[in-house]
């Protein structure tokens, strides 16, 4: 993003003393322009469609929507949501709400100014793709995909969507974030989703379906009916007498392919 233009920034939180001590931070940052306050979910949403600001500061307790919900219906912008809330325990949905980032009250001023480091990157990349989105629709019509930054971010039919980036575990009580490059292998579990990293492994709320959406399909294979493996981590594909094949990660670690997942990874 260019240094002179302006982060055009909502703050949501339905204390008013929580909005004015952000509001008073937010000020004297040189780049920061406070387009709209919002007490309420409802209003997020709203104010997000019509203002389309770039940054989101959000509480997740409010009256109506919870934050969280109001992003989820806030359709056809996507703003910078950078969650703030004195509730620990919501730092999961948060993130699976696709948030940039998460910061606890009272809010740090060095966290504060790392979220807008990320904003500003977040912002400038979104950027890029609308750019591409203008040359491409000249160039080709059909022409749908860009990669840029730090992930890739695709664009299909005038519509960004992001895949994920960090997936957020329980460990003994506390958050454990996990890039998704770190990311091995996910294994269906029942209810739950078996994450594997380099030396280690985590239980998950949710479908194996459900992540292996949210994941880029260029990273990241279906192999088996409960089986996602990371492309970059396989090392050997074997051959089984019957048709199956055996998938060998770098770790050492061994996954049944079966053979109607087999053009995933081979010709």
């Not at 339905?14 to 940052?29: F, I, K, M, N, P």
């Not at 793709?129 to 860009?146: C, F, K, M, N, Y």
Request: aromatic share 6%; net charge negative; glycine share 6%.
């Amino acid at each position: 993003m260019d240094q002179t233009e302006l982060l055009r920034v909502l703050i949501a939180d339905d204390e008013e003393l929580s909005r004015e001590a952000l509001r008073y931070r937010l000020e004297d940052v040189p780049d920061v322009e406070i387009i709209a306050e919002c007490s309420d979910g409802d209003a997020v949403a709203a104010t997000i469609q019509s203002l389309h600001p770039d940054v989101v500061f959000l509480d997740i307790e409010m009256p109506g929507r919870s934050g969280i919900e109001a992003i989820r219906v806030a359709d056809g912008h996507r703003p910078a949501v950078i969650f703030v809330t004195g509730h620990p325990d919501y730092a999961l949905g948060a993130f699976e709400a696709a948030a940039l980032d998460y910061l606890l009250k009272p809010v740090d001023t060095g966290r504060l100014l790392q979220a807008l480091d990320r904003a500003r990157e977040y912002v400038s990349q979104r950027e890029v793709v609308r750019l591409h989105r203008r040359a491409t629709a000249l160039e080709d019509p059909t022409e749908i995909a860009v990669v840029i930054g730090t992930g890739p971010e695709p664009l299909r039919h005038a519509e960004v969507n992001e895949y994920l980036k960090r997936i957020v575990v329980r460990d003994d009580g506390d958050f454990v974030i996990i890039d998704v490059s770190d990311v091995w292998a996910l294994e269906a579990a029942g209810n739950y989703v078996r994450v594997r990293t380099a030396d280690r492994r985590f239980l998950v709320r949710g479908t194996l379906s459900g992540y292996e959406q949210r994941l880029d399909p260029q990273r990241f294979v279906r192999i088996h009916r409960s089986t996602v493996v990371a492309v970059d981590h396989v090392e050997r594909i074997t051959p089984e007498p019957h048709g199956d094949f055996v998938v060998t990660l770098r770790s050492g670690d061994r996954y049944r392919m079966s053979r109607s997942h087999r053009s995933r990874l081979l010709p």
